[in-house]
């Protein structure tokens, strides 16, 4: 049974390492860790995020705040995660009840 933590460390291997990243075709601006500057400043105050920090927010974005962690099936509550982070936690919910007719 994946953990909270190995969800959140599998997103982070998918969106991205601590190297510093700045496409000018992304709006978000800086990235790291898949934490942009833009939808992020607090965590980029000192001009890095850390791996705790990147940790702390896909954990309280991605997981607590949907309720995401309340899914008891590991699977679905893994991809409900790596949906919320792509699309947002909202859609991620409305395409899930879209599929369950509710």
């Given at each position: 049974m994946?953990?909270?933590?190995?969800?959140?460390?599998?997103?982070?291997?998918?969106?991205?390492?601590?190297?510093?990243?700045?496409?000018?075709?992304?709006?978000?601006?800086?990235?790291?860790?898949?934490?942009?500057?833009?939808?992020?400043?607090?965590?980029?105050?000192?001009?890095?995020?850390?791996?705790?920090?990147?940790?702390?927010?896909?954990?309280?974005?991605y997981v607590t705040y949907p309720k995401f962690h309340l899914v008891q099936d590991d699977h679905l509550r893994a991809h409900l995660v790596d949906f919320g982070v792509n699309s947002g936690p909202a859609v991620a919910i409305s395409k899930l009840q879209a599929i369950l007719g509710v």
């Open positions: 994946p953990t909270i933590n190995d969800i959140v460390s599998d997103v982070i291997k998918r969106e991205g390492d601590a190297t510093v990243t700045n496409d000018p075709a992304d709006g978000g601006g800086r990235t790291q860790y898949g934490i942009s500057e833009r939808s992020n400043p607090d965590a980029w105050a000192d001009g890095r995020v850390t791996e705790e920090e990147a940790r702390a927010i896909y954990e309280a974005k």
